[in-house]
């Protein structure tokens, strides 16, 4: 079992940035990819970025390329979502998931999710 916490979402001009974090509890977390995924109000959940359990291997969304970066430290169970560059329709509540995943996009591979954090970014 895992559980996790995300923390780290605000209200933010546009231009400017945020960190989200997830903590993870769990002893399994290294073993597991993680990903980032958001919703915005009237639309479906939808992928933002992944990290496989070795923190060698990334993918991001064609949305927030170049202006994103996941990364990952197993050895305090916490992935991090660096955000700059914000822009008003990157406003959603974001939600941190865990699981060992083949298709690192598809929000059915994962196992365990957060509650999420909200992310409003002003024009």
């Known amino acids: 079992q895992v559980q996790l916490v995300e923390s780290g979402g605000g209200l933010v001009q546009a231009g400017g940035s945020l960190r989200l974090s997830c903590a993870a509890s769990?002893?399994?977390?290294?073993?597991?990819?993680m990903g980032w995924f958001r919703q915005a109000p009237g639309k479906e959940r939808e992928f933002v970025a992944a990290i496989r359990w070795s923190g060698g291997s990334t993918d991001y969304a064609d949305s927030v390329k170049g202006r994103f970066t996941i990364s990952r430290d197993n050895a305090k169970n916490t992935v991090y979502l660096q955000m700059n560059s914000l822009k008003p329709e990157d406003t959603a509540v974001y939600y941190c998931a865990a699981g060992r995943v083949v298709y690192i996009r598809e929000l059915y591979e994962y196992d365990y999710w957060g509650q999420g954090t909200q992310v409003t970014v002003s024009s």
């Open positions: 769990g002893r399994t977390f290294s073993s597991y990819a």
